[in-house]
């Protein structure tokens, strides 16, 4: 068990639609990331935050928007929603906002767009 | 923006055999790789990973080696098991004003009894 909980583990919900993705990072780890993953396709980096600041951004569409929490839960929400939009979405977390840390990774959410 | 290419996409071997998957990055400023493992379904999982001062560093059956003048790192994973059949994906720095991890490609791990 990685300490990062994401909710939920499946989604299912049509085009057009709005969903909304929860992570909750390993106590003590202020850093948290996102990263979509097609079937069959590597991890594409969305977007950090940081102690609820934003702190890099990737091919995020700008569709998605994320936030991060008082408590540093974070949460990235997916809206008009289109089929290629169906994906494993990846949460991260990370003691610090540098790349010299190690990525703890949640068990994902499976989207899937119908 | 600032790639890492890494090969192969597909690799076969027997079991017991080693198995050797490479990486290559661009930001000569990269000073930390790690190297992922994802079984089908699950999260990736950090198996090793190596900081731009040393130039290997082994853990059991997996190792990694850094050439920092190439811009390349590798895993090597060595008496291999069915149960290393997996993605395994290496990451990267990327440059920037605010750096993040870029990650390779991955590598269809088959290991054959």
């Known amino acids: 068990d990685s300490g990062v909980t994401q909710t939920p583990k499946h989604l299912i919900t049509a085009t057009g639609q709005r969903v909304t993705l929860r992570c909750s990072p390993r106590?003590?780890?202020?850093?948290v990331y996102w990263y979509q993953q097609s079937l069959d396709q590597g991890l594409q980096f969305l977007i950090q935050?940081?102690?609820?600041?934003?702190?890099a951004k990737g091919n995020i569409l700008e569709r998605f928007s994320a936030q991060q929490f008082p408590d540093l839960h974070s949460e990235l929400n997916l809206s008009s929603l289109e089929l290629g939009d169906s994906a494993l979405y990846f949460c991260?977390?990370?003691?610090?906002?540098?790349?010299?840390?190690?990525?703890?990774f949640g068990n994902g959410t499976r989207l899937t767009v119908t | 923006g600032e790639n890492v290419e890494q090969h192969p996409s597909t690799l076969s071997v027997q079991e017991g055999d080693s198995a050797v998957i490479k990486c290559t990055y661009s930001?000569?400023?990269?000073?930390?790789f790690p190297w992922y493992k994802q079984e089908l379904g699950k999260r990736p999982q950090l198996i090793i990973d190596?900081?731009?001062?040393?130039g290997e560093k082994k853990d059991q059956r997996i190792a990694v080696t850094l050439n920092k003048t190439a811009k390349h790192f590798s895993l090597h994973i060595t008496e291999t098991q069915p149960e290393d059949s997996a993605v395994y994906f290496c990451?990267?720095?990327?440059?920037?004003?605010?750096?993040?991890?870029?990650f390779g490609s991955g590598t269809q791990l088959t290991v054959l009894p």
């Open positions: 991260a977390s990370s003691a610090s906002t540098g790349t010299h840390s190690p990525l703890h």
């Open positions: 106590s003590g780890d202020l850093s």
């Open positions: 935050y940081y102690n609820g600041e934003e702190r």
């Open positions: 930001d000569s400023a990269s000073n930390y």
């Open positions: 190596i900081r731009s001062n040393v």
């Open positions: 990451a990267a720095p990327t440059s920037g004003s605010a750096r993040q991890l870029t």
